[in-house]
């Protein structure tokens, strides 16, 4: 079965500057998705950046972007220039091409920026 | 209204009461999801239905009862619930369910409260 982990409960960092989110899962399959999702307080999840496991070059979408090591089954997200309204819960997540809609998800990530 | 809407957002009940959750989508999706949110865990996938048909029943107690009227419209029946049931309650839709890609929006969720 399939796993996802999110090694870090809480992250901060200052506002403009970087911070990298960690997600690792565990998978046999050579085709799937993975994604990244935000979850403000008291608001709706949003997807954020998705990635399709057989391209190579890594997803971005503006100041988000994410380093795909397959071989490794690591998926991290990189904010850059952090904003005040970055902060949330992060979740991490999987899902095989070959299932119709199964998320495996991670615990989440809860980012603090600091002004 | 546009997305996807819950009510109530905050609810708290005994565990003799019975009541209901609403969901209510504005995509024209035709799948649609209920999650369960507990702090520190993963998205637990509770229900799906497609074009109105149960598709996934993920080992939920009886005491959670889902209802799908037509594609825009998802119930959860509430009835007997324990203390541990008290978590956010997520509902999701997407454009269908298939291997192919649909990504899924979310709800704002209800929080329930079970005491």
């Known amino acids: 079965a399939q796993t996802v982990t999110q090694s870090q409960p809480e992250m901060s960092v200052q506002e403009a500057e970087t911070v990298t989110l960690s997600c690792t899962y565990d998978?046999?399959?050579?085709?799937?998705?993975l994604f990244w999702y935000k979850q403000p307080p008291s608001r709706q999840m949003i997807l954020v950046i998705r990635q399709e496991a057989y391209k190579q070059q890594n997803a971005t979408e503006n100041r988000f972007s994410v380093n795909f090591q397959k071989a490794a089954k690591s998926f991290s997200l990189k904010i850059s220039d952090s904003q005040l309204g970055d902060a949330a819960m992060y979740f991490c997540?999987?899902?095989?091409?070959?299932?119709?809609?199964?998320?495996?998800w991670g615990a989440g990530t809860k980012l603090i920026i600091k002004p | 209204e546009t997305g996807v809407t819950q009510t109530p957002r905050h609810l708290v009940m005994g565990m003799t009461n019975k009541k209901s959750l609403k969901c209510e989508q504005h995509?024209?999706?035709?799948?649609m999801y209920w999650y369960k949110q507990s702090a520190k865990k993963p998205l637990e996938l509770m229900f799906v239905?497609?074009?109105?048909?149960?598709?996934e029943n993920n080992s939920v107690p009886s005491r959670f009862s889902p209802e799908c009227p037509n594609s825009s419209h998802l119930f959860l029946h509430l009835h007997t619930l324990q203390p541990e049931d008290s978590a956010l309650y997520l509902c999701?839709?997407?454009?269908?369910?298939?291997?192919?890609?649909?990504?899924?929006?979310f709800g704002p969720g209800t929080r329930l409260t079970v005491t």
């Open positions: 997540a999987y899902r095989s091409a070959y299932s119709n809609y199964q998320l495996i």
């Open positions: 995509l024209g999706h035709n799948a």
């Open positions: 999701a839709s997407s454009q269908a369910t298939g291997t192919g890609y649909y990504e899924q929006y």
């Open positions: 239905y497609n074009f109105k048909e149960q598709t």
């Open positions: 998978t046999s399959e050579s085709d799937y998705y």
